[in-house]
T-cell receptor, first 117, second 117 residues
């Protein structure tokens, strides 16, 4: 089973609108972290926001916020007041405490977001 | 600039050949991760090193190998290359998170784009 599911392969959004990118995850570990990365057309991976499984409040970073619904295993990224420069691929990722010392991230397939003027 | 340096940025080679991709992690980061990004497979975790030792293996082929040197830089060796190995190869680093899963984003290099003809 996929550990990270992003159900929106692509989205078109009007500039200045808010946009929500969906992410659901699957884990049995009580301690885990959820991450969002942005990949513009230039290719680099840019870290946006992090949410820990024990964090009481939803994470926010500027125009980015994470709508964390633990019971639903959902970690949606919300971008407020979208800008043309937000056009990119967005990846949701998870780190589990799987034991053995491995602490890499598992990524979803991504959502291609296009902001239209 | 993430602080992670990858060389070369682009590489074109022929089937059956061998290439080496190099990565210098952020100053102070002990963990290095290698990922492969292709259109059909998305971002796949290959292997992780921590302070010179292999820590976790993902979907790394037997034709591929990696190591981390005492100065913490890492190399990914790809041999007997096939057309399907064409991809963007990312190196990422992070601070040592030990067994804690709920902290520490990965900082990605700009990637090495490998084209096998």
């Amino acid at each position: 089973a996929q550990k990270i599911t992003q159900t929106q392969p692509g989205m078109f959004v009007q500039e200045k609108e808010a946009v929500t990118l969906d992410c659901t995850y699957d884990t049995s570990d009580p301690s885990y972290g959820l991450f969002w990365y942005k990949q513009p057309s230039s290719g680099e991976m840019i870290f946006l926001i992090y949410q820990g499984s024990y964090d009481q409040q939803n994470a926010t970073e500027g125009r980015y916020s994470l709508n964390f619904q633990k019971a639903r295993k959902s970690a949606n990224l919300v971008i407020s007041a979208s800008q043309l420069g937000d056009s990119a691929m967005y990846f949701c990722a998870m780190r589990e405490n799987s034991g053995g010392g491995a602490d890499g991230l598992t990524f979803g397939k991504g959502t291609h977001l296009i902001i239209q003027p | 600039d993430s602080g992670v340096t990858q060389t070369p940025k682009h590489l074109i080679t022929a089937t059956g050949q061998r290439v080496t991709l190099r990565c210098s992690p952020r100053s102070g980061d002990l963990s290095v991760y290698w990922y492969q990004q292709s259109l059909d497979q998305g971002l796949q975790f290959l292997i992780q090193y921590y302070n010179g030792e292999e820590r976790a293996k993902g979907n790394i082929l037997e034709r591929f190998s990696a190591q981390q040197f005492p100065d913490l830089h890492s190399e990914l060796n790809l041999s007997s290359l096939e057309l399907g190995d064409s991809a963007l190869y990312f190196c990422a680093s992070s601070v040592a998170v030990g067994t804690s899963a709920a902290s520490g984003e990965l900082f990605f290099g700009e990637g090495s784009r490998l084209t096998v003809l």
